[in-house]
């Protein structure tokens, strides 16, 4: 007689359970390769080069290779995304290799900062000459305002009223103005102040790289230094302007804030300032959601021995484009200059113009506003506003910059439709990665439950078997004593199994047993 579905309840929960098994729900897989056609074409002969030389995925090296290019751009130009509005964004953007250790994260962010080493070394000469004529002038400022002071103590009556006390004021001021003028394109560690007086001094931007992104959170918590995490996140939109005043040493203030950021962290660590900002604590800033070109990497599992010479070629070419994005000049390329920001701009040609404000951003806006979206996954989001255009900007302007030779510049009638496809292309691709960035405080658990569910549909784990013994196994995802705890939890509410304890001699054992529809499956 075949049971009814009242009859067939009832014996489910005098056996325990309260209905049928649940569907698991599964965890977010692995994003998708990066497609090199998503990469500005000047770039891919040196990344996938890098790429192919050191075994490791793509994105790893062009993420750095991005963030690098941004910085050399900076303030020197931006982007109008719109028709007729004036709205413009600064291309400073702020990315992370998230990995395990061993995934040679150092090495390939340096090999992305190495083609710049020509402008750091001539950066290097010329501070060496900056220093060396401000010695000078002050030594010489110093030797002028002693002759006048000697002259002030034979005519004392001449300060009230003469050119000798104005004179002596206006050299003083002189003396305080030879600080030297200190070129830098990136810094690895610095403070606030420091990076204050390093802004005013390059008032395009820098590149912060910061091999372990932790030690700078972790600062952020050091007593005295609560303001510097407020004073990083002000600097991420590269157009705020901040002033600082400090005893010893004084007034400080750089024409902006503008700073790129670049560097790596591991997955258990982001988990929790990801958690953190999940449950709405000290955390939920913003600061998370600025890493935008942030990917999530693993290595692949099939390795090939390389053991070719690097692209030699390639490496010059980028170079080349470095060194004439570092040089740009916008009235060189006849570029139109804002009259509020006083910044030389870019907006997107005929082919292109219409894409982001008719297209694209309402249906980023429509996402955005639907309310299905998590809330930190949703003010992350929220700042593709500016990304999508800042990577056609950046895109565009590479390509300049490789057509572009010593003394002749290619002119600029707009980001083209190619860069506009491209950026909106890699912004889809960054999304795919955002979204296991931020389930990665569930991941661990989330791989756990879907690792017993296939446990048991494959029969590996049976009625009877102990917890002890499915934790001896050390199976993947399921090593963690508490992680499988918590697995076998999530699989009891899902009347998946039910754990008995079983009282023996010694210690009582924990014992499985399956939902009666499971088990019949495996018989």
């Given at each position: 007689?075949k049971?009814s579905?009242?009859?067939?309840?009832?014996?489910?929960?005098?056996?325990?359970?309260?209905?049928?098994?649940?569907?698991?729900?599964?965890?977010?897989?692995?994003?998708?390769?990066?497609d090199?056609?998503?990469?500005?074409d000047?770039?891919?002969?040196?990344?996938?080069?890098?790429?192919?030389?050191?075994?490791?995925?793509?994105?790893?090296?062009?993420?750095p290779?991005?963030?690098?290019t941004?910085?050399?751009?900076?303030?020197?130009?931006?982007?109008?995304?719109?028709?007729?509005?004036e709205?413009?964004?600064?291309?400073?953007?702020?990315g992370a290799?998230?990995?395990?250790?061993?995934?040679?994260?150092?090495?390939?962010?340096?090999e992305?900062?190495?083609?710049?080493?020509?402008?750091?070394?001539?950066?290097?000469?010329?501070?060496?000459?900056?220093?060396?004529?401000?010695?000078?002038?002050?030594?010489l400022?110093?030797?002028?305002?002693?002759f006048?002071?000697?002259?002030i103590?034979?005519?004392?009556?001449?300060?009230?009223?003469g050119?000798?006390?104005?004179?002596?004021?206006?050299?003083?001021g002189?003396?305080?103005?030879?600080?030297?003028?200190?070129?830098?394109?990136?810094?690895?560690?610095?403070?606030?102040?420091?990076?204050?007086?390093?802004l005013?001094?390059?008032?395009?931007?820098?590149?912060?790289?910061?091999?372990?992104?932790?030690?700078?959170?972790?600062?952020?918590?050091?007593?005295?230094?609560?303001?510097?995490?407020?004073?990083?996140?002000?600097?991420?939109?590269?157009?705020?302007?901040?002033?600082?005043n400090?005893?010893g040493?004084?007034?400080?203030?750089?024409?902006?804030?503008?700073?790129?950021?670049?560097?790596?962290?591991?997955?258990?660590?982001?988990?929790?300032?990801?958690?953190?900002?999940?449950?709405?604590?000290?955390?939920?800033?913003?600061?998370?959601?600025?890493?935008?070109?942030?990917?999530?990497s693993?290595?692949?599992?099939?390795?090939?021995v390389?053991?070719?010479k690097?692209?030699?070629?390639?490496?010059?070419?980028?170079?080349?484009?470095?060194?004439?994005?570092?040089?740009?000049?916008?009235?060189?390329?006849?570029?139109?200059?804002?009259?509020?920001?006083?910044?030389?701009?870019?907006?997107?040609?005929?082919?292109?113009?219409?894409?982001?404000?008719q297209?694209?951003l309402?249906?980023?806006e429509?996402?955005?506003?639907?309310?299905?979206?998590?809330?930190?996954?949703?003010?992350?989001?929220?700042?593709?506003?500016?990304?999508?255009?800042?990577?056609?900007?950046?895109?565009?302007?590479?390509?300049?910059?490789?057509?572009?030779?010593?003394?002749?510049?290619?002119s600029?009638?707009?980001?083209?439709?190619?860069?506009?496809?491209?950026?909106?292309g890699?912004?889809?691709?960054?999304?795919?990665?955002?979204?296991?960035?931020?389930?990665?405080?569930?991941?661990?658990?989330?791989?756990?439950?879907?690792?017993?569910?296939?446990?048991?549909k494959?029969?590996?784990?049976?009625?009877?078997d102990?917890?002890?013994?499915?934790?001896?196994?050390?199976?993947?995802?399921?090593?963690d004593?508490?992680?499988?705890?918590?697995?076998?939890?999530?699989?009891?509410?899902?009347?998946?199994?039910?754990?008995?304890?079983?009282?023996?001699?010694?210690?009582?054992?924990?014992?499985?047993?399956?939902?009666p529809?499971?088990?019949?499956?495996?018989?």
């Amino acid at each position: 007689k075949k049971e009814s579905y009242i009859e067939k309840l009832a014996s489910q929960r005098k056996n325990g359970f309260s209905g049928e098994p649940q569907k698991l729900g599964s965890y977010i897989e692995n994003p998708p390769e990066l497609d090199s056609n998503l990469l500005p074409d000047a770039y891919v002969p040196w990344l996938t080069d890098v790429s192919n030389r050191m075994q490791l995925p793509l994105e790893t090296i062009a993420i750095p290779a991005i963030i690098v290019t941004a910085s050399l751009i900076g303030r020197k130009v931006v982007v109008r995304p719109k028709v007729n509005d004036e709205v413009e964004f600064v291309p400073n953007l702020w990315g992370a290799i998230i990995a395990r250790p061993g995934l040679m994260k150092t090495s390939v962010m340096n090999e992305a900062i190495r083609p710049m080493q020509s402008i750091r070394d001539r950066y290097k000469e010329e501070n060496k000459v900056s220093l060396q004529e401000s010695e000078v002038d002050a030594e010489l400022l110093k030797s002028e305002i002693d002759f006048l002071k000697k002259e002030i103590k034979k005519q004392p009556n001449v300060i009230k009223e003469g050119e000798i006390r104005d004179k002596l004021i206006a050299l003083q001021g002189q003396l305080k103005d030879t600080v030297p003028y200190q070129k830098q394109i990136v810094v690895y560690d610095s403070t606030t102040e420091k990076l204050c007086e390093i802004l005013r001094d390059n008032p395009n931007g820098i590149l912060l790289h910061r091999d372990e992104l932790e030690g700078l959170f972790s600062s952020f918590e050091k007593t005295g230094r609560e303001g510097d995490r407020p004073f990083y996140l002000q600097t991420w939109d590269g157009n705020s302007s901040y002033t600082q005043n400090r005893v010893g040493r004084g007034h400080t203030e750089p024409d902006a804030l503008c700073i790129s950021i670049l560097g790596s962290i591991q997955p258990g660590v982001i988990a929790k300032h990801i958690g953190g900002a999940k449950t709405g604590k000290r955390f939920d800033d913003g600061l998370m959601q600025r890493f935008q070109l942030s990917v999530y990497s693993e290595l692949s599992p099939e390795f090939k021995v390389q053991d070719n010479k690097p692209n030699l070629e390639a490496f010059n070419d980028v170079k080349h484009i470095y060194e004439q994005l570092e040089s740009f000049d916008g009235s060189a390329h006849r570029l139109p200059r804002s009259e509020s920001s006083g910044l030389y701009y870019m907006k997107f040609d005929n082919a292109a113009k219409n894409i982001y404000p008719q297209e694209w951003l309402p249906e980023l806006e429509r996402r955005l506003r639907s309310g299905t979206l998590d809330p930190v996954f949703e003010s992350h989001l929220a700042k593709y506003r500016s990304l999508m255009p800042t990577l056609a900007l950046i895109y565009e302007m590479i390509e300049i910059a490789s057509a572009s030779q010593e003394g002749k510049f290619r002119s600029c009638p707009g980001i083209s439709l190619n860069s506009t496809k491209k950026a909106i292309g890699f912004s889809q691709f960054l999304e795919a990665h955002a979204k296991k960035i931020y389930s990665i405080s569930e991941e661990p658990l989330q791989k756990a439950v879907s690792a017993l569910g296939d446990k048991i549909k494959n029969h590996e784990i049976k009625s009877g078997d102990s917890v002890r013994d499915v934790h001896k196994k050390c199976w993947k995802h399921l090593a963690d004593r508490k992680i499988l705890a918590s697995a076998l939890e999530v699989l009891e509410e899902k009347n998946w199994l039910i754990i008995n304890s079983v009282k023996k001699v010694g210690r009582p054992k924990e014992e499985i047993r399956l939902h009666p529809s499971l088990e019949s499956r495996q018989m």
